[in-house]
């Protein structure tokens, strides 16, 4: 009796837990269309090269909480047009977060850095966090989501296939051990992933990097418009920001823009 | 362990067999039939009998037969308690000659035993083909060569070095059936060959007009021309292709009027898709081999080579074409040079300009079309004071009248006009020759266009590793791998652990047996009732307490029962059930149904408690 009562709570669980699942799913992948005018009207204004006009239509659509990369990308474009390559250069990175797989924006993206100033060259990252890094490179936050995801639901199946099938025995050590370095791979790189969606920054102003936080502080190095830093930590308006060659120094953050 | 001394046993059981009969082989060659007709297949078969283990010996090489291993055949016989045991290895046998054989004798040496057998006679005749009319009067024996065979012919034999020669092999069929023919190939020391053309198939008569033999011809063509003087053989050449040999042809009585239809009928009832029906048919490979032909070689006449020449051999003519005529200085003109003809255009080169002056010049461009090289050659003026295109000259080996030619065409007259000032003299590298760096190539860099369609809109940081919805549905796998493990280790343990399986199941077995006494309470059958209830309350005892379930008596209450801490209470409540069980199954005293309501109330109780206790 009270087995049965059990099993029948714990299928009444799943179900309610499934639909939950799937409902948010629809929820997240609802495509919203208001405030979709102010998209075509900003294509316009950028064909009569109205630029300034484009991006505050284009921004319009951002206030109201709405982004995609096709978004970011024209914006990327108008402010690349209108000769403001940081803020060009930051819309890029924005959305090569949600299409990394662009071609256009992949090319528009390596021609706007090709034209900052200073040539910097990258000090390479850990060995392991590049091959990662590279290894995931063209999946956009939710489809490696998605992908653990899958590698947890694949690694589940597996042990329990390995218990109730006795012909997948002998394969279920295997399998566990493919799908757990993939899944270990995976979330270290959804980990290093979230830590540069909130840490990296674009630098939409010519900016000094100085030793101190404070204007009278003694100027370290040179941050070119369009360039990528990484926040460290931040005070009283000053920001502490690694540039890609490894050096630190601290910036005002009215100089730079977190994408 | 017993399965290996079985085997053992089995292999000195055979070894014996093999042993016993080892004396009394006998060898014997037979064949199926002992007449056949040319292009029918014999089977030849090698019997050992009292042998089962001799392999295959290999295939007998016999004089105008071409031999084939079929595979072997064993038989075991017990009679009358008498076992006998033979092997046959199987041939078959093509005839390539028609006339009387005497095949063998044979002799097989196995395990230092030689095994000899007596000759056997075949008779290969001409068969169904004597009926045709045409070899009526046809005394020669007949061969298999006579029926297929490869020719090798080249247009002439006395060469000159790189001089480009027909050559051609021909296979000739007459009613045989053949599949499956590959290109020929032949040996052809000091020469180099062209890839063969499609071949072409037509039928030729071979001897006299009336006597004729209607001849099926696959011709191969291609062309030869020699890399080294001397004196060479050609050949031999050789191609393979697969014989196909009805194996039973069925016999058929012609009529005349049939034979006035000859090959019509003949084709058709021989036709390929009443073969695969109604007879099977063999497939023999067979590599037809031609004869040589020796070759000469000697190289190009010394007197009379101009100085021009170039290696050229053949018969050709020479174009030459030049565009524009009226240019600036630095502008390129093309010279197109055509070289028509037949001959061996891999020794033809590029005429040469007789004076290159005032001009700069450009390597030439060859390309090869059917019986036509053309070259084409960009110069461009350096000066304005060039007035012509100078003469140029083509020699050539011509071997069908063995002198050298010259062909000159030119001077073509060309306007080169000054550069005007601002230009500036810049030379124009050829089209299409100069390789352009593709960094050149983008004149002006600009960032590709706007996207269209705002493409998918979403909440801006809504990411799904955020979302709760997401993030909860984790947890199902997780908590269905969970039960499924517990249940699986609980299914796993009920397998094994007995005392367990019966403890977990004493609860489920008692309710059964409390209902079932209750049914009999309510038919008021003290008998059987208290039969239920004594056995219940044995079986749950027993199960709990893991003993066999007939050793269950009032005793263990003492014995068992107090020990573990039970209450004195259920102990008594315990010993008096027993006892009323007692009393109603073998002293034939009447209970009442309230008596009875009593007992059932007690064994209830006594459940309760041991399962609340969890004895």
Redesign the interface.
């Known amino acids: 009796m009270k087995r049965k009562t059990f099993s029948k709570i ?1 299928i009444l ?2 179900i309610f ?2 639909s ?2 799937f ?3 629809i ?2 992948c609802e ?3 208001s405030g ?1 005018e102010n ?1 075509y009207r900003a ?1 316009f204004l ?1 064909e009569q090269t109205q630029y300034t006009e484009a991006i505050k239509q284009y921004e319009a ?2 206030e109201k ?7 970011y ?2 914006l990327g ?2 402010y ?2 209108k000769g403001d390559l940081g803020k060009a250069i930051l819309y890029y990175e924005r959305a090569k977060r949600l ?1 990394p797989r662009d071609i ?1 924006l992949e ?2 993206y390596a ?2 850095r090709s034209l900052i100033k200073a040539k910097i060259t990258e000090q390479r990252p850990l060995w392991f966090v590049h091959i990662t890094g590279k290894l995931f490179a063209k999946l956009t ?2 489809e490696l ?2 992908f653990i ?1 899958f590698l ?2 694949a690694i ?2 597996s ?2 296939l390995g ?2 099938l006795k012909f997948m025995k002998p394969y279920t050590r295997f399998l566990l051990i493919i799908f757990g370095i993939m899944l270990i791979l995976g979330v270290f790189a ?1 980990g290093a992933r ?1 830590c540069c969606h909130y840490a990296d920054a674009i630098i939409v102003k010519e900016a000094e990097a100085k030793f101190e936080p404070f204007e009278r502080g003694t100027t370290h190095f040179v941050l070119s418009e369009g360039m990528k830093v990484s926040i460290r930590s931040s005070k009283d308006g000053w920001a502490k920001v690694k540039r890609i060659d490894g050096k630190i120094g601290w910036v005002n953050q009215s100089f730079l823009e977190r994408i | 362990m017993n399965k290996l001394k079985i085997n053992y046993l089995v292999c000195i059981l055979l070894l014996g067999v093999s042993l016993c009969y080892a004396d009394d082989v006998k060898f014997e060659v037979t064949t199926d039939k002992d007449k056949v007709s040319l292009g029918q297949s014999v089977k030849l078969n090698f019997s050992f009998y009292g042998l089962q283990n001799i392999p295959a010996p290999q295939a007998p090489q016999i004089e105008n037969f071409q031999t084939r291993y079929l595979g072997p055949s064993t038989r075991v016989s017990i009679i009358n308690g008498k076992v006998s045991s033979s092997i046959t290895h199987t041939y078959t046998l093509l005839p390539f000659k028609t006339g009387a054989f005497t095949i063998g004798p044979f002799s097989v040496n196995y395990k230092g035993d030689v095994y000899a057998s007596k000759p056997i006679q075949l008779e290969v005749v001409e068969g169904p083909l004597e009926e045709l009319p045409w070899s009526l009067d046809r005394e020669q024996e007949a061969e298999l060569k006579d029926r297929i065979f490869l020719v090798l012919e080249v247009e002439k034999t006395n060469v000159y070095l790189n001089e480009l020669v027909p050559l051609t092999v021909k296979l000739y069929v007459q009613n045989l059936t053949v599949r499956d023919i590959q290109y020929p190939q032949f040996k052809r020391e000091g020469f180099s060959m062209e890839e063969f053309q499609e071949p072409r198939q037509y039928q030729q008569v071979i001897g006299r007009v009336l006597g004729g033999v209607l001849y099926d011809v696959i011709e191969f063509k291609t062309n030869i021309f020699a890399i080294k003087t001397g004196k060479f053989m050609l050949g031999e050449a050789q191609l393979s292709c697969n014989l196909i040999v009805k194996k039973e042809r069925r016999k058929r009585q012609r009529s005349r009027a049939q034979d006035f239809f000859g090959g019509f009928f003949d084709d058709f009832f021989s036709g390929d898709a009443f073969e695969d029906f109604f007879a099977g048919y063999e497939t023999y490979p067979l590599t037809l081999e031609s004869a040589q032909i020796p070759m000469t070689v000697v190289d190009l006449p010394r007197e009379g080579k101009p100085a021009e020449f170039d290696g050229a051999i053949g018969d050709f003519k020479f174009e030459l074409e030049a565009g524009p005529q009226e240019l600036k200085v630095g502008d390129p003109i093309t010279l197109r040079m055509i070289i028509e003809g037949e001959g061996n255009f891999n020794t033809v080169r590029s005429p040469q300009l007789s004076s290159q002056e005032g001009f700069k010049v450009y390597d030439p461009q060859a390309t090869l079309k059917d019986n036509k090289k053309i070259f084409e050659q960009v110069l461009i003026p350096t000066t304005e004071n060039v007035k012509k295109i100078p003469k140029i000259t083509f020699s050539f080996f011509n071997p069908k009248k063995e002198n050298y030619e010259t062909i000159a065409k030119g001077a073509i007259a060309i306007k080169v006009a000054k550069l005007e000032k601002e230009e500036g003299f810049r030379m124009v590298g050829m089209p299409g020759v100069e390789l352009t760096p593709l960094k050149e190539e983008i004149l002006g ?16 940081g ?4 955020k ?4 993030l ?10 969970v ?3 517990v249940t ?1 280790k609980k299914r796993e343990r009920l397998k094994t652990d007995i005392p367990y399986a019966r403890w977990l199941h004493a609860p489920k077995k008692a309710r059964k047996g409390f209902n079932k006494a209750k049914a009999l309470l309510e038919s008021n059958n003290a008998h059987a009732f208290y039969e239920v209830v004594f056995k219940t309350l044995q079986e749950y005892l027993g199960d709990k307490l893991h003993l066999p379930t007939g050793g269950i008596t009032a005793s263990i209450v003492d014995d068992i029962l107090e020990p573990k801490g039970i209450a004195q209470e259920i102990l008594k409540i315990l010993k008096e059930i027993f006892s009323e069980c007692d009393m109603a199954r073998y002293a034939p005293s009447e209970f009442s149904q309230i008596q009875m309501l009593g007992s059932l109330e007690k064994l209830e109780e006594i459940i309760n408690y041991l399962e609340e206790q969890k004895l």
């Open positions: 714990f669980v799943l837990a499934a939950l699942f409902q948010s799913l929820c997240f495509n919203t269309n979709i998209f294509n950028y659509l951002i909480g709405l982004v995609s990369a096709n978004l990308y024209n474009n108008s690349f047009k299409a256009d090319s528009n021609y706007a936050m939710d989501t998605l995801f947890y639901i589940v199946s042990i329990i218990l109730y959804l979230i | 860099r600009d960032i590709a266009y706007i996207k269209e369609s705002a493409g998918k809109l979403k909440r801006k809504a990411y799904l590793y979302n709760k919805g997401f909860l549905f984790q947890a199902i796998p997780l908590l269905t791998l039960v499924l493990l699986h």
